[in-house]
């Protein structure tokens, strides 16, 4: 059993209608038929929404998923019609909310990988492949794969884990030519997306996206290239062998599975309230990870 520790009530606001809360957002539509996008500072961690917030980190991944639609905008358009704030919104909202075109979504998760680790590194571990992908002997946890696979999954309710498919798996579901658009597309943003990385002393190791039709044009979705969806190590760091540094919610899962937090992730019983300091100390990640990308201090 897995979930939210404790589901928040969506605000309502006049004119928009809630249409569905997730981990981290709440999606509402307008009267334009536009939707609202609004990240909340929720935190998720094995499969559980916590019940602890980190302060700041919904308008964090909102402003870092702007700056990186505008750095792809060649590659792929998106879908972010405008920030301005919905008429009768709280100020809260501010910075971390999005309205949306309102797309025809795929449901699959598009990930790229470029580094061995986390469930690819298990699947490794037992077949060496990743999504039926073969790969060669000898590599281990944070190795550079010979080039960037895409190793697509299917996308999975709250609490459930979104499960590793194949490409054929995908071709089958959406189609040959929608499979061979979305692995393209997928691999062109991993490659420009790592490349700016590495020069701000970063790797990107690996991501996640999500995209939509508005017609038939392919247009990415969600957010993008953010610690929630993207793991990102210190290149001055790497060392392959051994799980790696990170600016993502690795903080947050080192702590839950520590003999502090007394929590047995096997147990049906709920993660308990994150201390202070592992609040703290994960805020910072999180704004590091975004003033080393963009260069610009956080405000």
């Excluded at 404790?6 to 006049?14: A, D, F, L, R």
């Excluded at 508005?214 to 247009?219: F, G, K, M, T």
């Excluded at 062998?241 to 929590?263: E, I, M, N």
Aim: hydrophobic share 40%; proline share 7%.
């Amino acid at each position: 059993m897995s979930g939210f520790v404790e589901k928040p009530e969506p605000i309502q606001v006049p004119g928009l209608v809630h249409l569905h809360t997730g981990k981290v957002r709440e999606l509402y539509r307008n009267e334009a038929g536009e939707l609202v996008m609004v990240a909340s500072d929720r935190m998720s961690a094995y499969d559980w929404v916590l019940p602890t917030e980190i302060p700041d980190k919904g308008r964090v991944l909102t402003q870092l998923s702007l700056w990186w639609f505008d750095q792809l905008a060649d590659l792929v358009p998106n879908h972010v019609i405008s920030t301005d704030l919905p008429r009768g919104a709280p100020a809260d909202w501010a910075g971390r909310t999005l309205i949306c075109k309102s797309l025809k979504m795929i449901p699959v998760e598009c990930v790229a990988r470029g580094y061995l680790t986390g469930s690819g590194l298990a699947e490794y571990k037992e077949s060496r492949t990743v999504c039926g992908i073969g790969l060669p002997e000898g590599l281990v946890d944070g190795s550079e794969l010979p080039a960037p696979i895409f190793t697509p999954a299917a996308k999975a309710a709250v609490g459930e884990h979104d499960e590793n498919v194949s490409y054929e798996e995908v071709a089958r579901q959406v189609g040959a030519e929608t499979a061979a658009q979305l692995r393209q597309t997928t691999l062109a943003v991993y490659g420009r997306a790592r490349d700016i990385a590495r020069e701000r002393g970063l790797i990107l190791a690996d991501t996640k996206f999500e995209f939509g039709f508005a017609a038939d044009e392919l247009v990415l979705a969600d957010e993008v290239l953010t610690p929630d969806s993207s793991r990102f190590w210190p290149a001055d760091q790497w060392e392959p062998g051994h799980a790696q540094p990170s600016f993502d919610k690795q903080y947050v899962r080192d702590w839950l599975t520590s003999a502090a937090s007394g929590w047995d992730r096997a147990s049906e019983q709920p993660p308990p309230p994150l201390p202070a300091d592992v609040v703290d100390a994960t805020r910072a990640k999180y704004i590091e990870a975004y003033e080393r990308l963009t260069g610009t201090a956080w405000a």
